[in-house]
């Protein structure tokens, strides 16, 4: 079992940062990857970046160039690092854990969300 505890949403100015946080506890081990996802109302909810076990990073066309993810093995946490945030950013953000238990077998933990407002 793996507990997923987000931080960092709120307000942000159009242009402006701000660094989501995700603190993983429990099973940590077994994580093979984690992800951001977010969702905006009325829309489906969206893969934003992923990082696996290994470090291996991938982002959604739409925020490659100014969103960073990263972790910190020591602290169990995975960030967001998002830069240069657009209105169109506006949405709850969650965290994931992606658990591969066996060939026949996987299981996904999400985060309560953490909700991200940019303004014009």
């Known amino acids: 079992q793996v507990q997923l505890v987000e931080s960092g949403g709120g307000l942000v100015q159009a242009g402006g940062s701000l660094r989501l946080s995700c603190a993983a506890s429990?099973?940590?081990?077994?994580?093979?990857?984690m992800a951001w996802y977010r969702q905006a109302p009325g829309k489906q909810r969206e893969l934003v970046a992923g990082i696996t076990s290994g470090g291996d990073t991938d982002y959604a066309d739409s925020v490659k160039g100014r969103f960073t993810i990263s972790r910190d093995n020591a602290k169990n946490t995975v960030y967001l690092q998002m830069n240069s945030l657009t209105p169109e950013d506006s949405a709850v953000y969650f965290c994931?854990?992606?658990?591969?238990?066996?060939?026949?077998?996987?299981?996904?933990?999400w985060g309560q969300g953490t909700q991200v407002t940019v303004s014009s």
């Open positions: 429990g099973s940590t081990f077994r994580i093979n990857a």
């Open positions: 994931n854990a992606y658990i591969l238990s066996s060939l026949a077998s996987s299981n996904n933990y």
